[in-house]
């Protein structure tokens, strides 16, 4: 799991605003990829689940997940991870 600075991501609202997040899973599910963010400012505890695409320039973009079936599908992958995690 990552641990350094190098994992920190800042991301944008629609208002503009900056958020930081913390990278602390990286998932591959049916070869997309899927990037796991814990909000590093805020009280809320609850992780950002986002699929990690490739830009016409090669550059990874985070990319809101809007299939309910999709982020179910990861969303139960990363409880499994989690569960392996604790045992």
């Known amino acids: 799991m990552p641990d350094?600075?190098?994992d920190l991501i800042e991301l944008l609202d629609e208002?503009?605003?900056q958020f930081q997040f913390r990278?602390?899973?990286?998932?591959e599910i049916d070869e997309k990829k899927y990037a796991?963010?814990?909000p590093l400012d805020q009280d809320?505890?609850?992780a950002l689940v986002l699929r990690v695409e490739t830009g016409e320039d090669?550059?990874?973009l985070l990319v809101e997940i809007e299939d309910d079936e999709e982020w179910e599908m990861v969303a139960q992958v990363w409880n499994q991870v989690v569960e392996e995690d604790l045992e």
Not at 23 to 27: H, R
């Open 4 to 6: 350094n600075d190098l």
């Open 15 to 17: 208002d503009g605003k």
């Open 23 to 27: 990278l602390i899973e990286a998932l």
């Open 36 to 38: 796991i963010l814990l």
């Open 44 to 46: 809320d505890e609850e």
């Open 58 to 60: 090669g550059e990874e």
